[in-house]
């Protein structure tokens, strides 16, 4: 059977970081003007020697996301269903042992959380959870979608990684994308920030993309969360799991975000720094690997950064989001995941958008599929 | 430098030249082109060996130690008939690899991709190694290797028609996206073309009319395999990038910086 351990075990993290920071000046220039690029590019281009040409792969994204993508941008908002959960995780406001209130929605209120986002425009939505198997199990998220899916369009989730039967369980109730971060592919790092729970296991969370290829999804996201490690070795072990899914599991799209720690109560301070700079170098580098993946954005970032990468490489953002359970209506002072920077409301962000030529897209699928 | 040999199944290949035996004016010719185009990988279609002599003038020809016979089921309609080309091949020819052709239209022999799919499912579960010659077409080669094709071997041109890489589009998103080696069959009429399939990074190529129905069949061979060559080596050292015009416009990055 096919899987992604294997083809890590063949890659020493020591060695690629080192080969990244062995890019030259000309390695760049290759790789900026190479027609089909490939992963050694990715590395040239997200190495400190592409910082001189960050200009110039801001163009080049730019285009190329014209290109393909044309003048839109895909609209979603998060929904915070519980924030209930069993693991401990360094950097995370819900995790085990952080003294908070803990609440998973009813089925009322969540209904009434998705009628709020659903008469702001939102079409596509993005469900949330901690992990917490026997309150927050599969039988809550079929539920769950099976109340959304008369909202809207397009439901995705961000929960705790399932096994393939289960995926398939909520594939059939209409569940369209699942997200799923491996936070850090560096293992021995990765047991640092994830001491106790189901999430503790490596090995079981890197094989969920593998599962959901198997069980049929129409889309995974992956993503490394920047500060736990070094984001350029972590950034080219995304890439090297992206390009290993789209060979594998060829029916399905991939999306990627670029989580950065962000404050919360009680948080973690990033080992290593990545800098604006940074993001959009990183940014650019994925368009330029691949023109057809999906580039998320998140309202973790700030407005002035938002509204500049919306029309160097990003494809898909949200807007407005809460990052607590029942934070749009039901209990909008419960205590957040993390702090989001950009706060301005949808219809601000819309207008921004407007501004830049962009259009923002709510509708993009159509459930009975 | 690391061997740069391709496997297919059990087989390691060191040359990249996959040939014919169709066409030659005679087994004596197709011998020596054979010989020196280096091909260790030769098709016979099943429809054309004697399979009752035992001193098959062509198979005789073909008898050298570097020399693996793939037979082909060109000839047949349709899956089934396809199944028992190759079911009689294995016990002919004593080999359970095959290359399945399957073309209804007499006059293009053009693949059809319905048949060719049931049939490589079918045959990859009797324990072939099959190699379908189909369209270049990308969604048919991930189904091909999902139902356990060793390698995909998509067209460049209709087959005989020495066109060269018409499909050249398609051929470069099949190699993007297939795990199992791609060949390029059909279509190649000259060297050029051939380094062209391997520049671009297709794993093989086989070529059959254009070395049989040259007026030098000998020399052409060899030139084939230096293209081969030529276009592997390129590949593996990666071209130089064509250019493109910088344009000047207001910085973009500029933000970061304010």
């Known amino acids: 059977m096919n899987s992604f351990k294997k083809l890590l075990a063949e890659y020493s993290w020591d060695r690629e970081l080192e080969s990244i920071f062995a890019k030259s000046d000309a390695d760049v220039q290759f790789a900026l003007q190479n027609r089909k690029r490939g992963l050694d ?197 995304t890439a090297l799991h992206l390009k290993y899914l789209q060979k594998t599991y060829w029916k399905t799209r991939y999306s990627i975000s670029f989580p950065r720690l962000r404050p919360f109560s009680g948080g973690l301070e990033p080992k290593v720094e990545m800098t604006d700079a940074d993001l959009l170098q990183l940014i650019c580098a994925y368009r330029l690997l691949d023109e057809d993946v999906e580039l998320s954005i998140s309202t973790r970032e700030s407005e002035v950064f938002r509204d500049h990468v919306a029309h160097l490489g990003i494809n898909s953002m949200s807007a407005e989001s809460k990052t607590n359970p029942g934070g749009y209506v039901v209990e909008p002072q419960s205590l957040e995941q993390f702090e989001i920077s950009d706060e301005r409301s949808t219809e601000v962000i819309a207008e921004m958008l407007h501004q830049n030529g962009i259009e923002p897209v709510w509708k993009d699928w159509e459930k009975s599929w | 430098m690391k061997k740069d040999n391709l496997q297919i199944a059990d087989k390691v290949f060191t040359s990249r030249l996959f040939t014919g035996t169709g066409k030659f004016s005679s087994s004596e010719i197709m011998q020596q082109a054979i010989l020196a185009s280096g091909s260790e990988l030769v098709t016979v279609a099943l429809k054309r060996v004697e399979l009752e002599n035992d001193n098959d003038q062509m198979l005789g020809a073909l008898k050298d130690p570097y020399i693996n016979l793939l037979p082909n089921t060109s000839g047949v309609r349709n899956a089934k008939e396809a199944i028992f080309a190759a079911q009689m091949a294995r016990e002919a020819l ?156 207001s910085p973009l990055t500029q933000f970061l910086y304010e």
């Open chain 2, 94 to 249: 004593e080999t359970n690899w095959i290359k399945l052709e399957i073309h209804p239209d007499p006059k293009y022999l053009l693949p059809d991709p319905v048949e060719t799919l049931k049939a490589c499912e079918t045959l990859a579960k009797q324990g072939f190694v099959v190699m379908p010659y189909i369209h270049a077409d990308p969604v048919l080669c991930k189904r091909l290797e999902e139902v356990g094709a060793q390698c995909v071997m998509p067209l460049g041109a209709p087959i005989g028609s020495n066109k060269g890489l018409k499909t050249q589009d398609f051929l470069e998103i099949i190699i993007e996206q297939s795990r199992v080696p791609v060949i390029v069959d059909a279509g190649i009429g000259s060297p050029s073309h051939a380094a062209h399939a391997m520049e671009m990074g297709a794993d093989a190529v086989l070529v059959n009319t254009a070395i049989a129905v040259s007026p030098n069949p000998v020399e052409i061979s060899k030139a084939f395999k230096k293209a081969v060559e030529a276009g592997r080596m390129a590949f593996n050292a990666q071209l130089a990038p064509q250019r493109d015009k910088a344009e000047a416009s």
């Open chain 1, 41 to 237: 590019d990715f590395k040239a281009l997200i190495s400190p020697a592409a910082k001189p040409y960050l200009e110039q792969m801001a163009k080049q994204s730019r285009q190329i996301t014209k290109n393909r993508f044309g003048n839109i941008m895909q609209m979603y908002a998060p929904m915070y269903l519980s924030n209930e959960c069993q693991n401990i995780c360094t950097y995370c406001g819900f995790s085990l042992t952080n003294k908070i209130p803990r609440r998973t929605l009813t089925d009322d209120e969540i209904k009434r959380e998705a009628e709020f986002l659903k008469n702001k425009g939102y079409d596509h939505i993005l469900l949330v959870t901690g992990e917490a198997n026997s309150k927050v199990g599969v039988d809550y998220m079929s539920n769950a979608i099976q109340i959304l899916k008369s909202y809207f369009s397009n439901i995705s989730i961000e929960i705790q990684p399932l096994d393939q039967n289960e995926y398939e369980r909520l594939i059939q109730d209409g569940l369209y994308a699942t997200l799923v971060y491996q936070e850090t592919y560096h293992r021995e790092t990765y047991k640092i920030h994830h001491p106790k729970g189901k999430k503790s296991n490596f090995d079981y969370r890197l094989a969920t993309a593998d599962r959901l290829g198997r069980a049929g999804i129409h889309k995974v996201g992956i993503g490394a969360l920047f500060g736990l490690e070094d984001w350029r070795a972590d950034s080219f072990f």
